[in-house]
């Protein structure tokens, strides 16, 4: 049990500060809404129930995106009704950088570490990304 809970919180730990740390241009949420776009168009109704938020609000965020440039609006051309949102080119920018600042910021701190504990966290994330996998 103790395991469980320090490990939990460990990458809890991590994962805020990775978040915090590497963008304040783009928060999080905007973040992972481009994230979700960058393999396929969707709605905003399906980006809200994947992200886990009410449409009104995903609309909301995906405006932001809209008017910064990072994503595109088209109406469906099944359903004249529904809207798609795709990634454009600057909002595949934007997706790279990000992710670059978050692996530069992880990058940073592995400058302290041994190599013996480099290749302990590379052991360790096979077996996290086993157990996130389940």
């Known amino acids: 049990m103790r395991l469980a809970n320090e490990l939990r919180l460990s990458c809890m730990r991590i994962s ?3 978040r915090f740390e590497s963008d ?3 928060p999080s949420g905007q973040f992972s809404v481009l994230a979700r776009l960058e393999h396929q168009a969707l709605t905003n109704g399906d980006l809200a ?8 609000s995903m609309t909301r965020t995906t405006s932001c995106l809209v008017e910064a440039g990072y994503v595109d ?6 359903d004249g ?27 940073e701190r592995f400058d302290a ?4 504990e480099r290749h302990l966290l590379l052991r360790a994330q096979e ?3 086993k157990v996130a996998n389940q």
Do not use: F, K, Y
Request: no cysteine; proline share 4%; net charge positive.
């Open 127 to 129: 077996i996290l990304a």
């Open 113 to 116: 570490l041994t190599d013996d």
């Open 73 to 78: 609006r088209a109406i469906d051309p099944t």
């Open 81 to 107: 009704r529904q809207v798609i949102l795709s990634l454009t080119a600057q909002g595949r920018h934007a997706l790279r950088r990000v992710r670059r600042h978050r692996d530069e910021w992880m990058l």
């Open 16 to 18: 805020r500060r990775v």
């Open 24 to 26: 304040r241009e783009l």
């Open 49 to 56: 129930q994947v992200e886990g938020v009410s449409a009104p």
